[in-house]
């Protein structure tokens, strides 16, 4: 299994930016993909989550109103659009993978996710 994230850069505060994530080896449209991001010094955080048919979203609070997250099956792509950045949003973002779960609240906890990707890093200017 290979997820590749791709799209990070220097953007600066209110700009926006969009990540993408290509899934390979795996059966991509049974799968929830999540993105994660992690900034120096601190912990690995969620930030957002779709459903294996994209019927169903979750943002952490600090990117909700912000980010939008999508996914094309067919493609086997997931993007995070980042709008209205803050410096707060500079990390490395993660893409990952999950089976559907039943209780959606896993979505929310990197520990509970199988595949990764190799990060991307988005660094917004002041």
């Known amino acids: 299994v290979q997820l590749q994230a791709s799209g990070g850069g220097l953007v600066q505060t209110g700009g926006s930016l969009r990540l993408s994530c290509a899934a390979s080896?795996?059966?991509?449209?049974?799968?929830?993909m999540g993105w994660f991001r992690q900034a120096p010094g601190n912990e690995r955080e969620f930030v957002a989550a779709i459903s294996s048919n994209g019927g169903s979203t979750y943002f952490a609070d600090s990117v909700k109103g912000r980010f939008t997250i999508s996914r094309d099956n067919a493609k086997n792509t997931v993007a995070l659009q980042m709008n209205s950045a803050t410096p707060e949003d500079t990390a490395v973002y993660y893409c990952a993978a999950r089976l559907t779960a039943y209780n959606s609240d896993v979505y929310w906890n990197g520990g509970h996710y199988d595949y990764w990707g190799q990060g991307t890093q988005v660094t917004v200017s002041s």
């Open positions: 080896g795996l059966t991509f449209r049974i799968y929830v």
